[in-house]
């Protein structure tokens, strides 16, 4: 594989001196984009979309044909282990994704415990190949998956859910099984994000969608807990060169020192968390990703050029900081108010990295 020609993205992951923020957004290949929703109506539903290698590839390069983006991100689903282990996912337009044969025994746990869901997923490691070939070292490229806690409210729930009814009736009801459930996640999950590495991913994001809706106890134990597991997992992995570790709990920002000492390398903030006292709190043992409030996109280029100068600003001088979204983009976002943000990422950002 040729050298990386940007690497700004992994230096400022590491913390090592950048000349400019780098910035790249959760979703940047997206629903907002037309090249995306022409593609995804190509493969004729979501699913396909995903597991054919080429098309993930296409959608996963289109936003750097647009913007100056530091990093590709792999196109896929968090839902893609659960997914192999049979639970029969489904997405139907406007209701997100929902499984046919959710968990809801200890027999379906059993079923599952004995599937190696690896072996059904070659389909995103070729896609990971196949990206970072076409990217030809131009940035680097992000896998990633979603976090045990937030894969078992779904294979739990059966879908979406607000009240997250089944699956806290399990943690305080059945706790034991809601352990094993994890600890099998968390075991699919490591060996998934180690196949992305041999693959080619150059860095790795676990995402924690549901993370937040959990007490400080429960969110260590049922949340925390299984991702350090995992973290741990990955940081033995040997490779040529170190691949940095990013978590994303949306809703997590009281548990900020909690999370930084995993040994990930990142951590990603949603809007609510301000980031300059999550610098305060952690920003000498990670780096920092995010985090615009994803709204401020509807509003105008001097409202964007504004609000992106507010979180530079808040972050201040020094190495450490990826410019990202508080959560991903949404898809009724005009494509034009990306490139607004972008550019002022690049224009205001050098002066906090000049030596003083």
Not at 81 to 106: K, V
Not at 305 to 315: G, I
Not at 318 to 343: E, R, S, T, Y
């Amino acid at each position: 594989m040729p050298a990386l020609q940007n690497d700004l993205f992994i230096r400022a992951l590491l913390q090592q001196p950048v000349e400019r923020t780098p910035v790249w957004i959760m979703r940047q290949a997206g629903r907002y984009l037309p090249e995306y929703r022409a593609t995804r109506k190509r493969a004729g539903d979501f699913l396909t979309l995903c597991k054919t290698p080429e098309l993930a590839c296409e959608v996963t390069l289109q936003p750097l044909e647009r913007y100056e983006f530091d990093a590709a991100i792999l196109f896929s689903d968090i839902l893609t282990i659960p997914d192999a282990m049979g639970l029969g996912l489904q997405f139907s337009e406007g209701e997100g994704p929902r499984f046919t044969h959710p968990i809801t025994n200890a027999n379906d746990i059993d079923r599952i415990a004995e599937l190696e869901p690896i072996n059904e997923l070659e389909y995103v490691f070729d896609a990971v190949r196949l990206i970072r070939q076409q990217l030809n070292g131009r940035v680097p490229l992000i896998g990633f998956s979603g976090s045990p806690w937030t894969l078992a409210t779904y294979m739990v729930e059966g879908q979406t859910s607000k009240e997250f009814r089944k699956i806290k009736t399990m943690l305080y009801k059945e706790p034991q099984m809601l352990e094993r459930l994890l600890e099998i996640l968390s075991a699919s999950i490591s060996a998934y994000l180690t196949a992305q590495i041999d693959a080619g991913a150059q860095a790795l994001m676990i995402f924690d969608t549901w993370g937040g809706v959990l007490s400080r106890e429960a969110y260590l134990k049922y949340s925390l807990a299984p991702m350090q597991q995992i973290v741990n997992k990955l940081l033995q992995h040997k490779t040529a060169v170190e691949v940095p570790i990013i978590l994303f709990t949306k809703g997590g920002g009281t548990w900020l020192p909690e999370i930084a000492a995993t040994g990930c390398h990142a951590v990603g903030l949603d809007w609510t968390t301000e980031i300059d006292h999550a610098r305060a709190s952690i920003g000498d043992k990670v780096a920092l990703q995010g985090n615009l409030d994803p709204t401020i996109l509807y509003g105008t280029d001097d409202t964007i050029r504004t609000e992106v100068k507010k979180v530079l600003d808040k972050f201040g001088k020094g190495n450490g900081h990826v410019f990202n979204l508080g959560h991903g983009i949404q898809q009724f976002v005009d494509p034009d108010k990306v490139a607004v943000l972008v550019d002022a990422v690049r224009e205001f950002s050098p002066a906090f990295h000049q030596p003083d």
